[in-house]
């Protein structure tokens, strides 16, 4: 099919606007299903998977097509939840333009802005229904009012009393057509459609339909929009690309079914049936099955077998691909999302998907040894298929971690493990990963003799410990002269040095930026030993530190809150009753971008509690930025609490 016949879109919007009930009204519309399901039965074509259905919401981003007079209609419908964001993402990445749903009930919510912003952020065009006009209460100059005041002024209704409006909007888009219209000049239907057309494709006007998707009315009228209003991929937005062989460069793609292969990975789906599945967006070319192509951001070629149209759950085999297409790919051993995907003799590398970034940490545990087995794998398989959805193992505290977007992204994906994988966890706060250090200098003996008949033990060291300068971990020195400790027991001493580092003295976490000046000691011939050493190299650590003024060193967050202006005192306080300090202020379209540094131990609930505050119009991102010392009254409460730890069952 010539790509000039293609139309491919995201349905984006709040949750419960009506997305998926919308989708599942079209298909049926262009008789690509024989029946419409309901996500109250779980029959839609979209909502299939055994949590959406249990849920009764989208989770995944589902890929769906119809035929409508010769026009081959593909569709991403994203899910509206915040915790599921990366989705909508990743499908912004694969279109050329969007359909915004927006709840007639409830007007623009979080979710509508959200994804408005990213449309803005992709320059994609838009069209807008306004939904569920045949519920009690709907007033549709209301809602239309609410979009101008919250997404665009420049939203019109085609057809309506703000005609004047929109043969304004559509001259200002194009010169010719504007110098007409200052002279007075009638526009033609013809300049009028052609306009409009190009103005909507420049985002200059966004068109808004209205209906219900429950009961079909507005369905043609959409349809009929999407064919004369959004562009084919030939005439989308501009998309620029690196050239490999020169980096530096920026080149534009060019948008054509005979030209060289050109598509990119914007996501990849674990099916139970074939595995991986890659799916692409091509940008120009053709692509047939059982042939290759060059992964250019692996530098390596890859063979395919079949090509895949996805409806729902189901994949079904396409003779070729090409321009304007979304397809997936089954089994590529080296291809991941993000990839690009080319002709060796013309190269292209995309911009990778920028998903956003975890938000809130669960440790897990496996609930059994069985479990324990199978974890790993089951993670990186979640993990791969969704991208902002991370594990890692924390190297000091040694437990497993669990990142995601939000409390409800984390339930999904547990109840996935034991749903899919069989593998059943229990969900804790992680431990913060704190430090020891020091700020004064001491020296200190460290001697372990034991005599019990036989061969007793005995070492004898001297040390002198120094803090060290921030990040610079470890130190140790060997200044031993004149044989006071043979030159064989040194290398024990340092050992016995570093594991009481690892184990800490005041609290239980590891001890850096010290530097162990090993300077005197004395041995036995007969009963000194390694291990007698290493025990003395470990006592004395652990006294020098107690001597050398030791502190508790937390890990220090840099936070960008992204919040609307009306939350700026709530956020203010609520940072600094976090132990917070606001290092400066951004802004971002109708966003205020608050920059803050706070202690890890502080943000681990932090995610509902911006949803609190905000009215879920909050979101947050951060990274971690220094290790800072730890208020004397909190390192209190947490020697405490080491202690009570080490104290044998049963005793108080």
Same mark, same amino acid.
């Given at each position: 099919?010539?790509?000039?016949?293609?139309?491919?879109?995201?349905?984006?919007?709040?949750?419960?606007?009506?997305?998926?009930?919308?989708?599942?009204?079209?298909?049926?519309?262009?008789?690509?299903?024989?029946?419409?399901?309901?996500?109250?039965?779980g029959?839609?074509v979209?909502? +299939?998977?055994f949590d959406?259905i249990?849920?009764?919401n989208?989770?995944?981003?589902?890929?769906?097509?119809c035929?409508?007079?010769?026009i081959?209609?593909?569709?991403?419908?994203?899910?509206? +939840?915040?915790?599921?964001?990366?989705?909508v993402?990743s499908?912004?990445?694969?279109?050329?333009?969007?359909?915004?749903?927006v709840?007639?009930?409830?007007?623009?919510e979080?979710?509508?802005?959200?994804?408005w912003?990213?449309?803005?952020?992709?320059?994609?065009?838009?069209?807008?229904?306004?939904?569920?006009?045949?519920?009690?209460?709907?007033d549709?100059?209301?809602?239309?009012?609410?979009?101008?005041?919250?997404l665009?002024?420049?939203?019109?209704? @085609?057809?309506?009393?703000?005609e004047?409006?929109?043969i304004?909007?559509i001259?200002?888009?194009?010169?010719k057509l504007?110098?007409?219209?200052?002279?007075?000049t009638?526009?033609?239907a013809?300049?009028?459609?052609?306009?409009?057309?190009?103005?909507?494709?420049?985002r200059k @006007?966004?068109p808004?339909l209205?209906?219900?998707?429950s009961?079909?009315?507005?369905i043609?009228?959409?349809?009929?929009?999407?064919?004369?209003?959004?562009?084919n991929?030939?005439?989308?937005?501009?998309?620029?690309?690196?050239?490999?062989?020169?980096?530096?460069?920026?080149?534009e793609?060019i948008?054509k079914?005979?030209?060289?292969?050109?598509?990119f990975?914007?996501k990849?789906?674990?099916?139970?049936?074939?595995?991986?599945?890659?799916?692409?967006r091509?940008?120009?070319?053709i692509?047939?099955?059982?042939?290759?192509?060059?992964?250019?951001?692996?530098k390596?070629?890859?063979?395919?077998?079949?090509?895949?149209?996805?409806?729902?759950?189901?994949?079904?085999?396409?003779e070729?691909?090409?321009?304007?297409?979304?397809?997936a790919?089954?089994?590529?051993?080296?291809?991941t999302?993000?990839d690009?995907?080319c002709?060796e003799?013309?190269q292209?590398?995309?911009?990778?998907?920028?998903?956003?970034?975890?938000?809130?940490?669960?440790?897990?545990k496996?609930?059994?040894?069985?479990?324990?087995?199978?974890?790993?794998?089951?993670?990186?398989k979640?993990?791969?298929?969704?991208?902002?959805?991370?594990v890692?193992?924390?190297?000091?505290?040694?437990?497993?971690?669990i990142?995601g977007?939000?409390?409800?992204h984390?339930?999904?994906?547990?109840?996935?493990?034991?749903?899919r994988?069989?593998?059943?966890?229990?969900l804790?706060?992680?431990k913060?990963? +704190?430090k020891?250090?020091?700020?004064?200098?001491?020296?200190?003996?460290?001697?372990y003799?034991?005599?019990?008949?036989?061969?007793?033990?005995y070492?004898?060291?001297?040390?002198?410990?120094?803090?060290?300068e921030?990040?610079?971990?470890f130190?140790?020195?060997?200044?031993?002269?004149?044989?006071?400790?043979?030159?064989?027991?040194?290398p024990?001493?340092?050992?016995?040095?570093?594991?009481?580092?690892?184990?800490?003295?005041?609290?239980?976490?590891?001890?850096?930026?010290?530097r162990?000046?090993l300077?005197?000691g004395?041995f036995h011939?007969?009963?000194?030993s390694?291990i007698a050493?290493?025990?003395?190299?470990?006592m004395a650590?652990?006294?020098?530190?107690?001597?050398?003024?030791?502190?508790l060193?937390?890990?220090v967050?840099?936070?960008?809150?992204?919040?609307?202006?009306d939350y700026?005192?709530?956020?203010?306080?609520?940072?600094?009753?976090?132990r917070?300090?606001?290092m400066?202020?951004? @802004?971002?379209?109708?966003?205020?971008?608050?920059?803050?540094?706070?202690?890890?131990?502080?943000?681990?609930k932090?995610?509902?509690?911006?949803r609190?505050?905000?009215?879920?119009?909050g979101? +947050?991102?951060?990274k971690f930025s220094?290790?800072?010392?730890?208020?004397?009254k909190?390192?209190?409460?947490?020697?405490?609490?080491?202690?009570a730890?080490?104290k044998?069952?049963?005793?108080?």
């Open positions: 099919m010539e790509a000039k016949n293609k139309r491919n879109f995201i349905l984006l919007g709040h949750a419960q606007s009506g997305k998926t009930t919308l989708s599942e009204s079209l298909l049926y519309f262009c008789k690509s299903t024989t029946r419409k399901g309901t996500i109250a039965d029959t839609t979209s909502d +299939y998977s959406e249990e849920k009764k989208s989770i995944n981003a589902s890929f769906l097509y035929d409508y007079k010769g081959r209609i593909q569709i991403i419908d994203a899910p509206g +939840y915040a915790d599921f964001f990366g989705e993402i499908g912004v990445r694969a279109v050329d333009s969007a359909i915004m749903v709840d007639a009930t409830a007007g623009v979080v979710g509508t802005e959200l994804a912003q990213l449309l803005e952020e992709a320059n994609l065009p838009c069209l807008l229904f306004i939904n569920k006009l045949d519920k009690e209460g709907t549709i100059n209301r809602t239309l009012t609410d979009i101008k005041e919250r665009s002024k420049k939203a019109v209704i @085609v057809g309506s009393s703000d004047p409006d929109l304004e909007l001259a200002e888009s194009d010169d504007l110098e007409k219209y200052l002279e007075g009638k526009l033609s013809e300049e009028l459609s052609q306009g409009l057309r190009q103005a909507v494709a420049k @006007v966004f808004v209205s209906g219900s998707a009961t079909d009315k507005g043609p009228e959409i349809l009929e929009a999407i064919i004369q209003y959004l562009p991929p030939l005439e989308r937005p501009k998309i620029e690309a690196v050239d490999p062989s020169k980096p530096e460069d920026k080149k793609v948008f079914d005979d030209s060289r292969f050109c598509a990975v914007f990849s789906i674990s099916d139970p049936y074939v595995g991986q599945l890659s799916l692409l091509f940008f120009s070319g692509l047939l099955p059982n042939t290759g192509f060059y992964n250019a951001s692996k390596t070629r890859e063979r395919i077998g079949q090509i895949f149209i996805l409806q729902g759950k189901e994949q079904r085999t396409i070729s691909a090409s321009c304007g297409d979304i397809v790919i089954a089994k590529l051993k080296e291809t999302t993000s690009s995907l002709d003799k013309e292209y590398l995309f911009d990778p998907v920028v998903f956003p970034q975890a938000a809130i940490s669960a440790s897990v496996p609930k059994s040894r069985q479990d324990e087995d199978r974890i790993s794998g089951a993670l990186a979640l993990a791969s298929e969704d991208q902002t959805f991370k890692s193992i924390d190297q000091q505290t040694k437990e497993l971690i990142s977007l939000g409390d409800l984390l339930d999904v994906m547990v109840a996935r493990l034991k749903k994988f069989n593998v059943e966890v229990e804790g706060t992680p913060v990963s +704190y020891e250090t020091i700020i004064k200098t001491a020296k200190v003996q460290g001697k003799k034991r005599q019990s008949g036989g061969r007793g033990q070492g004898d060291v001297w040390i002198e410990v120094t803090p060290l921030k990040g610079k971990g130190e140790f020195v060997d200044k031993i002269f004149g044989g006071a400790i043979p030159k064989n027991f040194i024990s001493v340092e050992k016995g040095v570093l594991q009481a580092c690892a184990e800490g003295a005041i609290a239980g976490y590891p001890i850096v930026d010290i162990i000046t300077y005197d004395s011939d007969v009963d000194s390694d050493f290493q025990i003395a190299g470990a650590l652990r006294k020098a530190v107690l001597e050398a003024g030791p502190v060193l937390e890990p967050m840099d936070v960008d809150i992204v919040i609307p202006e700026l005192g709530a956020i203010s306080g609520d940072l600094n009753s976090r917070g300090r606001i400066g202020m951004d @802004v971002k379209a109708k966003s205020q971008i608050v920059k803050a540094k706070v202690p890890l131990a502080e943000m681990f932090y995610a509902n509690d911006l609190s505050l905000t009215g879920g119009r979101m +947050y991102s951060m220094h290790y800072e010392e730890v208020p004397h909190i390192v209190s409460t947490i020697i405490s609490q080491y202690q730890s080490k044998p069952e049963g005793q108080e």
